[in-house]
């Protein structure tokens, strides 16, 4: 960091040559599998939330409870977050103790 700054004659001018080098980040927003939630409201989640036809919500869902773990799809940071917070707030709702978190793809 040190040696970039120097590189740039001034600290606007390292922030601005930084923000051209580094893309906006993705992230990963992940689905963890538990013992209570139910599978329908699972789906429900992947259809209604990350906008998956029926069929791909049931592959991720059963893939989540196979696997402990799953992408439930890849945004761009703020969509990310919105996404991981509804989910959780509709599930805690309902009484289900479904976890989900965004990761750095
Ligand atoms: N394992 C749950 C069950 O058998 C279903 C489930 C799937 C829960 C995916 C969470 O992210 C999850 N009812």
Redesign the pocket.
């Known amino acids: 960091m040190a040696t970039e700054l120097q590189k740039s004659s001034s600290p606007a001018q390292f922030i601005e040559e930084k923000l051209q080098l580094e893309p906006p980040r993705s992230y990963k927003v992940i689905?963890?599998?538990?013992?209570?939630?139910?599978?329908e409201?699972?789906v429900e989640?992947l259809i209604d939330i990350f906008h998956h036809s029926p069929e791909k919500a049931e592959a991720?869902?059963?893939s989540?409870?196979k696997s402990g773990?799953?992408v439930a799809g890849i945004y761009d940071k703020e969509v990310a977050e919105t996404k991981v917070y509804q989910t959780i707030e509709r599930a805690r709702a309902e009484g289900?103790p479904?976890?989900?978190l965004m990761e750095p793809l």
Do not use: A
């Not at 689905?31 to 599978?39: A, C, F, Q, S, V």
């Open positions: 689905l963890l599998n538990d013992d209570y939630t139910t599978m409201f699972v989640i991720i869902m059963l989540v409870h773990r799953g289900f479904l976890q989900c």
